[in-house]
C-alpha cells in the first residue's frame, strides 16, 4: 500500500504545513527549528508534551531529499503514528519486531527505492549490521531520536540501546540528526547532548509552562471517593486518565468508577494485548472514557482533549509527575492535574528505594527524585513556579494551582514536632516491638487502643500531649517530617525512627514551619465497588 508521491521538495515549511498537515501557522518554536534542520543542521529539542514535536522533523523529512528515519522506543505506536501519516499522503513506514520477514523485506525495498518519506525504527533495530548496510544502500534525509532522554541513565526512562545511537554521527557524518524530548532538567539536557554526540547542535528550548493545566495536590483521605467527587463535580463526561501505582490499585479503582456509572477502564501491563489495546482505542475514540492506568499507559498517546489526569499515588519523580500531566490538556482548554498525597505514599515510596535492586548510588538518586516531588507537594509557594524551576526555567505565581487559588496557611509545627519525635524516641528505647505512624499518633491523642494498653503505653509521659490535635493533623505533621528527612521510615516494618536530623528538633535549634490540613471533604453517598 504506497501513497501517492507527494512532490514537496521544492516547496518550503509553510507550504508543507498546510498543503500536508492542514495547519495554518507554526506553534512556538517549530519555524526556526525546522529551519535549522532543512538546512543540515544538528537540532536538541525540548519542549514539552503536546508541544509539536512530530512537525519538527516530519516537515524536514518531507523538505529534504531521501527519507527521514525515526528512531523510537515507542514500538506499539508505530503503527498508529505511520497510518496517521499515510493518511495525510505522506509516505511512511515502519521496522520493528512486529513484521515478519516477508513484510519487513517489502519495507526494505520500498526504502531502497526512495520510496518513502519517513521510516519509523526501533532502536535495537539500528544496532544490526544489517540495517545500516539497508540506510548505507538507500537515502537518509535526517535522523530524528524521539523520547531522547531514554539515553540518560539518571534518568526515569533509561533504554540501554539508545547509548549506541552515539555512533550514527560517525558512520553517517553528513546526515543532520534531530533529538527530541519533553523531559529534561538542565543536567539531562547536558547528558543527552554527551550521550548523543550533539555537542555541536543547537538547542532549542522552549516553556516548559502549560498554562491551561491547573495543578492541584490534596491531601488523601479516601482518594476513590475524592477522585469521584473531582470527576463528578468538574469533569462529568469528560475524557482523562487515572493513574495508580499497583495493577491491583487500577483494577478496583476501575471497579469503582464503572459501579458509580462513570465508563472506566483498567490499562497495565497485566492485562492481556487484545484487552489493552481494546481499552486504548476505546479511550482514543470514544467520548469521555476515563483510562485507569499504571503508567505503562500513555507514553506517545496523542490524545488532544483529555480533560484530567489524575495520581491516586506519589509518582516517583517531578519528571515523572510532570510527563503524566503533560498529558491533559494538549488542544490548549482548560485541564485538571489532580494528585492525591498521603502518608502511606511517603512510607510506601521511600520503602520501595530502600529495598531496590541496585547499588547505593542508585538508591540516592531515587531517593533525590522522590525528594524533589516530596518538595513540590509541600510547597506553600505556587507549584507552577516550583515546577518550572525544576527544569531550570522561571516563573511567576500562576493564579492557576491550588496553592495560589487557596493560598495555604502554614503554622508552627516546632512543638507538635518534639512531641511526635520525643514520642518515637521512648518507643525507640523500648525496642521491645515495632511501632508505625498510627500507634505513635494513638499515644500522642490519648486513644487507649488495645495496643495502648497492651504495651503500658497510657503510662507514657507522652501520652496524649498531642490531644490539641486531631489524629489526622497528626498524619500531615508525621508525613511533613518525613518528606523533610527529620523522620524516616525503616523499610522491613514501616517503624518510625529518627535521623541525624531530628536532633536538631529535639535541641530545639530548629523552627518547623509546616502545611495546615485542609478540611476533609464532606461525606456523599457512594456506591461500593463489587
Ligand atoms: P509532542 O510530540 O510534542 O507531544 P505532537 O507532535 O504529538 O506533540 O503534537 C501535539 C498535537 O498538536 C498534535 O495533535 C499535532 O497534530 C498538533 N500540532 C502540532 N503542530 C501544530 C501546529 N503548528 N498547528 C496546529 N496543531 C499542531
Ligand atoms: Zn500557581
Same mark, same amino acid.
Given at each position: ?407 495555604? +496557611?502554614?503554622?508552627? $509545627? !516546632?512543638? *507538635? ?6 514520642? =518515637?524516641? /521512648?518507643?525507640? #528505647? @523500648? ?58 521510615? +525503616?523499610?522491613?516494618? $514501616? !517503624?518510625? *525512627? ?6 536538631? =528538633?529535639? /535541641?530545639?535549634? #530548629? @523552627? ?19
Amino acid at each position: 500500500m504506497t501513497a501517492p508521491a507527494l512532490d514537496l521538495h521544492d516547496s518550503d515549511a509553510s507550504q508543507v504545513l498546510r498543503r500536508v498537515f492542514g495547519y495554518d501557522e507554526f506553534r512556538e518554536g517549530q519555524r526556526e527549528i525546522i529551519e535549522h534542520v532543512v538546512a543540515g543542521g544538528d537540532a536538541l529539542v525540548l519542549m514539552p508534551t503536546g508541544g509539536g514535536k512530530s512537525l519538527c522533523y516530519q516537515i524536514p523529512a518531507l523538505v529534504r531529499r531521501g527519507t527521514g528515519v525515526v528512531i523510537s522506543p515507542l514500538i506499539a505506536l508505530m503503527q498508529d503514528q505511520v497510518d496517521a501519516l499515510r493518511a495525510l499522503g505522506v509516505r511512511a513506514d515502519f521496522l520493528n519486531s512486529s513484521l515478519d520477514y516477508d513484510q519487513q523485506r517489502v519495507v526494505e525495498a520500498t526504502f531502497r527505492a526512495g520510496e518513502l518519506d519517513l521510516l519509523y525504527l526501533a532502536p535495537e533495530r539500528l544496532r544490526l549490521e544489517s540495517t545500516q548496510k539497508l540506510l548505507d544502500g538507500g537515502d537518509v534525509a535526517l535522523f530524528a531520536i524521539d523520547e531522547a532522554h531514554c539515553v540518560s541513565q539518571w534518568g526515569h526512562d533509561f533504554r540501554p540501546d539508545y547509548l549506541a545511537l552515539s555512533a550514527l554521527h560517525e558512520r553517517w557524518p553528513d546526515v543532520p540528526r534531530i533529538a527530541l524530548t519533553a523531559t529534561a532538567t538542565p543536567a539531562t539536557h547536558e547528558e543527552i547532548a554527551t550521550r548523543l554526540r550533539l555537542e555541536d547542535a543547537r538547542h532549542f528550548v522552549a516553556s516548559f509552562d502549560r498554562p491551561n493545566i491547573q495543578y492541584r495536590i490534596a491531601p488523601k483521605n479516601e482518594p476513590k471517593r475524592q477522585l469521584l467527587e473531582l470527576l463528578r463535580t468538574e469533569h462529568a463526561g469528560d475524557a482523562g486518565i487515572v493513574y495508580c501505582l499497583s495493577r491491583s490499585s487500577v483494577e478496583k479503582t476501575a471497579e469503582f468508577l464503572t459501579a458509580n456509572g462513570i465508563t472506566a477502564l483498567p490499562y497495565h501491563a497485566g492485562l492481556d494485548a487484545g484487552t489493552r489495546a481494546t481499552n486504548q482505542a476505546r479511550f482514543l475514540r470514544e467520548d469521555g472514557v476515563v483510562i485507569v492506568a499504571t503508567i505503562a499507559f500513555g507514553m506517545g498517546i496523542d490524545k488532544p482533549d483529555v480533560r484530567f489526569v489524575a495520581h491516586l499515588d506519589l509518582p516517583k519523580s517531578v519528571e515523572g509527575y510532570y510527563q503524566e500531566t503533560g498529558r491533559a490538556g494538549r488542544d490548549g482548554l482548560a485541564s485538571t492535574a489532580w494528585l492525591a498525597y498521603g502518608l502511606q505514599d511517603v512510607v510506601q515510596l521511600r520503602k520501595l528505594i530502600d529495598t531496590s535492586e541496585g547499588d547505593d548510588a542508585h538508591r540516592r538518586r531515587q531517593s533525590r527524585h522522590l525528594d524533589s516531588m516530596l518538595a513540590l507537594c509541600e510547597t506553600v509557594e505556587c507549584r507552577r513556579v516550583q515546577l518550572l524551576a525544576y527544569f531550570g526555567q522561571e516563573g511567576k505565581p500562576c493564579g492557576n494551582c491550588d496553592t495560589c487559588l487557596t493560598p495555604p +496557611e502554614s503554622w508552627d $509545627g !516546632t512543638i *507538635a514536632a518534639q512531641k511526635l519525635l520525643s514520642t =518515637v524516641y /521512648r518507643l525507640d #528505647r @523500648e525496642r521491645r516491638q515495632r511501632f508505625g505512624a498510627g500507634h505513635v499518633i494513638d499515644i500522642l491523642v490519648g486513644k487507649k487502643t488495645p495496643k495502648v494498653i497492651q504495651f503500658d503505653h497510657d503510662g507514657l509521659t507522652v501520652f496524649g500531649v498531642g490531644a490539641d490535635l486531631s489524629a489526622n493533623e497528626w498524619r500531615g505533621v508525621v508525613r511533613q517530617l518525613l518528606a523533610r528527612g527529620l523522620l524516616a521510615v +525503616e523499610p522491613n516494618h $514501616g !517503624t518510625l *525512627a529518627l535521623t541525624e536530623a531530628s536532633a536538631s =528538633v529535639l /535541641r530545639r535549634e #530548629r @523552627e518547623v514551619p509546616m502545611r495546615r490540613e485542609p478540611e476533609r471533604v464532606s461525606k456523599t453517598k457512594l456506591a461500593k465497588a463489587a
